[in-house]
């Protein structure tokens, strides 16, 4: 029962270097969505699906690129990463919309 | 744009009392959830509220949805130290599928 899993758990990074945050997911759900969560805040939608090849911008999408070939994953890369992307990122899976299931988080810091 | 906003930000109460938090929107939301979330973890589905004026209890959590479908409230009466953690609203506008959170409550309770 692996679930919804993240990758990496913790990522060191430095001001334009590329990034790219894993998520996988074993249950086949049809939606998939990145979040950030800066120090103290609720969470903040960067990109989303529906399903496989489509994806739609969420709330902060600047910075960010996300693609869907397969149902599974939903990587998120960061072309050249900034400071200001410093910030934990979760990735959620749901077959409904409104139940959505987290993974553990990746914290990123941008140096 | 869609804003789901939640206050109190931050609740320090003792063991033993009663309090309650509020999330509120200009929009209409199809549905609202609430999450908690603890440190080093992704938020975890609480409830979900569909109707307007609808009412569900989780123990000694009340979950109210407003009449308009554009606000919810949680109390939580007797609070215990176990229920401290970060509360999050969230939904998605009728008809869409972009899933956002509320800006979150951060609740401690003292022993």
């Known amino acids: 029962d692996a679930g919804i899993t993240q990758s990496p758990r913790y990522k060191i990074t430095e001001t334009g270097r590329q990034v790219t945050l894993m998520c996988h997911q074993t249950w086949s759900h049809s939606y998939m969505f990145w979040y950030r969560q800066d120090l103290g805040h609720g969470l903040r939608l960067i990109y989303y699906?529906?399903?496989?090849?489509?994806?739609d911008k969420g709330e902060v999408p600047d910075g960010y690129v996300v693609s869907r070939s397969k149902t599974e994953n939903f990587p998120l890369t960061l072309e050249s990463a900034t400071r200001s992307q410093t910030s934990v990122y979760f990735c959620?899976?749901?077959?409904?919309?409104?139940?959505?299931?987290f993974g553990s988080g990746t914290q990123l810091s941008v140096l | 744009t869609q804003l789901l906003e939640q206050s109190p930000q931050f609740l320090s109460i003792q063991e033993g009392e009663n309090l309650t938090v509020y999330c509120n929107s200009s929009?209409?939301?199809?549905?609202l959830q609430w999450y908690r979330q603890e440190p080093g973890e992704g938020p975890v589905l609480l409830v979900t509220v569909v109707t307007g004026g609808e009412v569900k209890k989780l123990k000694r959590l009340t979950f109210q949805f407003g009449d308009a479908r554009k606000d919810s409230s949680l109390h939580i009466t007797a609070a215990q130290p176990g229920d401290t953690g970060l509360y999050l609203c969230a939904g998605a506008s009728s008809g869409t599928y972009k899933y956002i959170f509320g800006t979150g409550t951060r609740l401690k309770v003292l022993a």
């Open positions: 959620a899976s749901s077959q409904v919309v409104e139940k959505l299931f």
């Open positions: 699906s529906a399903a496989a090849d489509i994806t």
């Open positions: 929009s209409v939301f199809s549905s």
